[in-house]
């Protein structure tokens, strides 16, 4: 069922019955209209409230419908509107919980709005690429005034009910059951005559072009590659400029060609792919969890100091382990440091700042931390100096414990064999700064437990990250992936590019930053490390010695004052480096390489169609669950530009066969093995498929 059709005294209420969110799907839009039919012919019937079942009054337009001809089937939102805007009998919505989006432009149809405190009211329709294209972007403004209407559709933003309480939107916002509330307020205007209509309310904003002209430039230079942002603009602008049904019709253009683009089919995907990622085959939403009160972490280390920050973010008690009291100390004082800066910012109030800190204890002793829900590791990338704590946490910790490790390329399950417990053991990969970035791989050991991984999992929406699942392979879904692109940007210097070239071509393309400065600012002498571990472990796999040249001269990148690039003291801006392209050409030249002029295209597709041959092995060896996990391991933590969906969503833009064939003519140039298509995607790219 997708409404409900019940009569009440002498009102009717139709209740939106489409979980989750109520999303306004084709059954549901039909049973809205086939509701009002039902009160419209009842004579018994003197007004009709509409209202959301369970936990919302509606996430707005179903989005799983859109790329499906139900999307506009008829009855199409608009004419659920229209029905029930043009009603003769007043129309009340009962607003709840989330009113977005679709749902809010229904609500926007009707004659009142009785709305309950704390609802979350919003038209985030441009965080999916796309406008409000159901009259928000015209009613909005006639309830709100220009300028606030304009701020809630350029940036999404919910705002909550009792906000806007003195705004027309809403005739009563109201404590306890809105149900009850919108059912006395039907009594009371049951037989008001004539039905307000936010169509019919004048705008009145007499200075409107200065405002608009003032908003297209701010947003234009705020939108990035997005359409969405600047079309908002212009449809909220005809609210002022044109006639309400010309300004409904200009609206459902511009809509219509937004639905469209790449960008919003890749903010959709980006969309349920977050969503999709905290869920597991065989691991079932009703998966008992443990209880996770309080939070050690081991080492107070740039990396431990962010993480525990996001416990302490999140309400939860952490406590940091460090072996010298130096260390802890300045440990404690950076994390101070860090919230102060953000109290200076005004982004933290004194309360908060307070709260935040006094969560966050030192101790030297695992004694203390025994009694801690989850305990998560965050020393020196190496295996001994794991096998060391994760020993001791064994005998410390108390039982049911989770022990995990922020390893970022290290074997989880000979980590989770040092202990006696290894169905205790995951992995959880943080970010650099952990505080910030949205990533958080959980790794997944053979032996790691259910409920261990559902509590990670849920862990991890509490301190709002995108958890994504990973087996356990070397360096894991994102580390993995990495490696092939650096890999291929060590091939291109040899071949003819700087280290600024590389870098400007993905930059260009919308990445946060280029391998390079990404380098630079992670420390150079991370990959070296791992890379002679590599040259160890891994004989076979050939690597640009340009990366080990660079950090034989102590240039590690930011923390040296040099990297890739040359950097002045207390600027982070990267100056090319004389010393470093010398480097570069002398290396040509001592393997022979007659250098050639690279273009911005093959830079790009040689990085890009590497993570993704990497990531198609990746998923074939089920080390990822679904190709849109990968995705957001890329767009939430190594700055892959949003708008492309994520490297796999990318190739299928591309068309997998396309990147074949590039594959193949990159086979044909140096270190040609590199370019073996994985067989997932040549099957795919044979098939016509794609991996989304
Ligand atoms: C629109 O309205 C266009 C119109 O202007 C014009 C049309 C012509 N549809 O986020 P959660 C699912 S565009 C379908 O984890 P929360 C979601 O996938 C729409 N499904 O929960 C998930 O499913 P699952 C404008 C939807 O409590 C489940 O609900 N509206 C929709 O943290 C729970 O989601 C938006 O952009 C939907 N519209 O947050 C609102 N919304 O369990 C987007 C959610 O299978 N939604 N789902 O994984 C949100 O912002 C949040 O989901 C919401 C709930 C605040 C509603």
Same mark, same amino acid.
């Not at 337009?61 to 001809?69: C, H, L």
């Not at 070397?474 to 879904?477: E, K, L, R, T």
């Not at 190594?638 to 530009?641: D, R």
């Given at each position: 069922m997708s409404a409900e059709y019940q009569v009440n005294g002498n009102v009717a209420v139709i209740t939106l019955n489409n979980?989750?969110?109520?999303?306004?799907?084709h059954a549901t839009r039909t049973a809205v209209v086939n509701g009002m039919k039902q009160a419209l012919n009842d004579d018994a019937v003197k007004a009709i409230v509409i209202t959301g079942a369970g936990k919302a009054f509606s996430g707005g337009? $179903? @989005? =799983?419908?859109?790329?499906?001809?139900k999307a506009s089937a008829e009855p199409s939102l608009h004419t659920v509107i229209n029905v029930v805007e043009s009603s003769d009998k007043p129309v009340i919505a009962a607003i709840h919980t989330v009113c977005m989006g679709g749902g809010l432009e229904l609500a926007l149809g009707c004659n009142y709005r009785v709305a309950s405190k704390g609802a979350q009211i919003a038209l985030p329709e441009v965080k999916l690429g796309i406008l409000p294209g159901a009259g928000g972007t015209q009613r909005l403004p006639r309830v709100l005034g220009l300028e606030m209407a304009l701020n809630m559709v350029v940036s999404g933003t919910a705002v909550p009910s009792e906000k806007l &309480? =003195?705004? &027309? @939107? %809403?005739n009563e916002v109201v404590e306890g059951d809105v149900l009850e509330a919108a059912l006395a307020f039907a009594a009371k205007v049951a037989d008001v005559r004539p039905l307000p209509r936010v169509r019919d309310i004048k705008i009145d904003y007499p200075n409107y072009e200065a405002y608009l002209q003032f908003s297209r430039n701010t947003v234009r230079a705020m939108a990035g590659p997005f359409p969405a942002p600047l079309k908002c603009v212009e449809a909220v602008a005809a609210a002022v400029t044109k006639k309400f049904d010309d300004g409904i019709k200009f609206e459902r253009e511009l809509f219509v060609d937004l639905v469209q683009t790449t960008e919003s089919k890749a903010l959709r995907h980006a969309f349920f792919g977050e969503r999709a990622a905290s869920k597991l085959p065989d691991v079932p939403d009703d998966t008992p969890t443990r209880p996770i009160k309080s939070v050690a972490v081991i080492g107070a280390g740039t990396m431990g100091g962010g993480i525990a920050m996001n416990f302490a973010n999140a309400g939860i008690p952490v406590q940091i382990l460090e072996m010298k009291q130096e260390a802890l100390d300045k440990g404690l004082a950076t994390i101070r440091k860090n919230y102060e800066n953000t109290l200076k910012k005004g982004k933290l109030t004194q309360e908060k700042f307070d709260q935040r800190v006094g969560l966050i204890t030192g101790t030297l002793s695992y004694e203390e931390i025994a009694q801690a829900d989850i305990v998560i590791e965050a020393v020196f990338e190496d295996m001994g100096v794991k096998e060391q704590v994760f020993k001791k946490l064994d005998e410390v910790m108390k039982k049911g414990a989770i022990l995990a490790s922020n390893t970022s390329t290290l074997d989880v399950d000979k980590i989770a064999d040092f202990t006696k417990r290894p169905e205790d053991v995951i992995g959880t990969h943080f970010f650099s700064p952990a505080n910030v970035m949205k990533l958080l791989e959980i790794v997944r050991g053979k032996k790691t437990t259910k409920d261990v991984l559902a509590t990670v999992l849920g862990l991890s929406k509490k301190i709002k990250k995108t958890g994504v699942v990973s087996g356990v392979c $070397?360096? %894991? @879904?994102g580390n993995r992936m990495i490696e092939q692109y650096s890999r291929q940007a060590g091939f291109l210097l040899e071949e003819g590019c700087t280290p600024e070239q590389v870098d400007k071509a993905v930059e260009k393309m919308g990445f946060a930053m280029g391998p390079f400065r990404m380098g630079d600012l992670a420390g150079n002498d991370i990959g070296w490390y791992i890379r002679k571990r590599r040259y160890v472990e891994k004989p076979q796999i050939t690597y640009s010695k340009t990366a080990d040249l660079l950090c034989e001269l102590g240039r590690f990148g930011q923390k040296t004052g040099a990297g890739w690039y040359d950097y002045k003291p207390g600027d982070r801006k990267a100056y090319p480096s004389s010393i470093v392209n010398d480097m570069i050409i002398k290396h040509s030249a001592d393997l022979g390489v007659e250098r050639r002029k690279i273009s911005d295209q093959e830079i790009v597709e040689r990085l890009i169609f590497s993570l993704v041959n990497e990531a198609a092995y990746i998923l074939e060896e089920g080390i990822a669950t679904r190709a849109s996990d990968i995705d957001m391991v890329y767009l939430t933590g190594?700055? %892959?530009?949003l708008h492309t969906g994520g490297p796999m969503f990318y190739a299928d833009t591309v068309g997998l066969p396309n990147v074949v064939m590039a594959m193949e003519k990159y086979a044909k140039g140096r270190h040609g093995d590199a370019w073996k298509p994985a067989p997932l995607l040549a099957k795919l790219a044979a098939e016509g498929k794609t991996f989304n």
């Open positions: 979980p989750p969110v109520n999303g306004l799907g337009a $179903d @989005i =799983k419908e859109f790329n499906s001809p &309480a =003195k705004t &027309a @939107i %809403f $070397d360096g %894991f @879904i190594y700055g %892959f530009p």
